[in-house]
């Protein structure tokens, strides 16, 4: 099974602050790796999807890269709707496995 | 507008069974592969089970395996979850999701809570 190793698993920012969310995945999943938003109480939002996507109706400050085997979720000008919990996925095999989850916090 | 509703959750004893429904709608349901997704309580999301469009291939996860079937009914436009001999550590929030071509989620449900105690 493919492993996927997400940090951190919790952070607190400021308004305006840019901040990034990584995983790393224990083998090569290509671009098949997608980023999920939840707020509490919902059920989750597709951001991101293979790897640098931006999701249809998703702000531009949401952002995805990769490097390797490690992807990244980079949120620029933090604002106070983006706090939630964001999880990886990859969807290269079965079973499909996400990321422990960063919950986010706004100072 | 995509829309995906659950339903069928509740309270069960350990080792009975249960089944989940997921009424889609919105899109063309039978051209879509289907899967649920469930996230135990303050856990993390785990990915359960997924089916082909036209119901004939499916996966499931490990803590799955061998005790839940997936299925669809594409003329109802509907997913299916049959879950039996359940366990404590099944109780969790039961989301139905839509897979993009590409395998991703790009819908969800809004969840439906099933609690497995004596």
């Known amino acids: 099974d493919i492993q996927m190793t997400q940090s951190p698993a919790s952070l607190s920012a400021s308004l305006e602050e840019i901040v990034t969310i990584t995983c790393q995945a224990s083998q090569d999943i290509g671009n098949y790796l997608s980023w999920y938003q939840q707020k509490p109480g919902k059920s989750p939002q597709l951001l991101i999807h293979s790897a640098t996507s931006l999701a249809d109706g998703v702000p531009s400050r949401f952002s995805g890269s990769r490097s390797g085997t490690q992807y990244s979720l980079k949120i620029n000008r933090l604002q106070v709707e983006d706090t939630g919990i964001y999880y990886c996925l990859q969807h290269y095999s079965a079973p499909l496995t996400f990321g422990s989850g960063t919950k986010l916090e706004i100072k | 507008e995509v829309q995906l509703v659950e339903s069928g959750g509740g309270l069960v004893q350990p080792g009975r069974s249960l089944k989940l429904s997921c009424a889609a709608s919105?899109?063309?349901?039978?051209?879509?592969?289907m899967a649920w997704v469930r996230q135990a309580p303050t856990k993390g999301l785990e990915w359960v089970a997924s089916?082909?469009?036209?119901?004939?291939?499916?996966h499931y996860g490990d803590s799955v395996k061998g005790r839940f079937t997936i299925s669809r009914d594409n003329a109802k436009s509907t997913l299916y979850l049959q879950m039996d001999s359940l366990r404590s550590e099944d109780t969790a929030t039961y989301y139905c999701?839509?897979?993009?071509?590409?395998?991703?989620?790009?819908?969800w449900g809004q969840g439906v809570m099933v609690t497995v105690s004596s």
């Open positions: 919105g899109f063309t349901f039978s051209d879509y592969n």
């Open positions: 999701a839509r897979h993009h071509n590409n395998y991703y989620f790009d819908y």
């Open positions: 089916i082909s469009y036209g119901g004939s291939n499916t």
